[in-house]
């Protein structure tokens, strides 16, 4: 089965840093740049944490998977994961945790996104 159609969800990721224009004697000006559409697939994976008197503690995971052509950086920042009807898969504004290449035989075949949650969808902080 090919990758490209397991990846059924569309997000925007946030390059931060990138030249946007210069102002009028030359100099760059840098701010955020959006990339929109990207293809990804979003997923929630629960690790077993550690077991105890008071019960087990789960670590629960948001694992973004994004084709070989699309290299992300760590300072980016991911949002509007929706599904293809637009409907929200993950709601909130995410930073990259860690982004791993995966490799098939020979070549690069997709990257994994461990995602950590910077803000709620209105803006706010999570605590």
Known sequence: MRFE???????????????????????????ELPVEDVPCRAEQIKRRASVDQYGVDFITENILFVGPDQQTPSDAKIKDIRDLKNRPVLDGVYTVEKAQPIYSKVRLHHYEITLQKESDSDGQKES
Do not use: D, F, N, S
Not at 9 to 17: F, K, N, Y
């Open 5 to 31: 159609r397991i990846l059924t969800h569309r997000c925007t990721i946030v390059l931060t840093g990138q030249k946007i224009g210069e102002t009028e004697y030359g100099k760059p000006i840098y701010g």
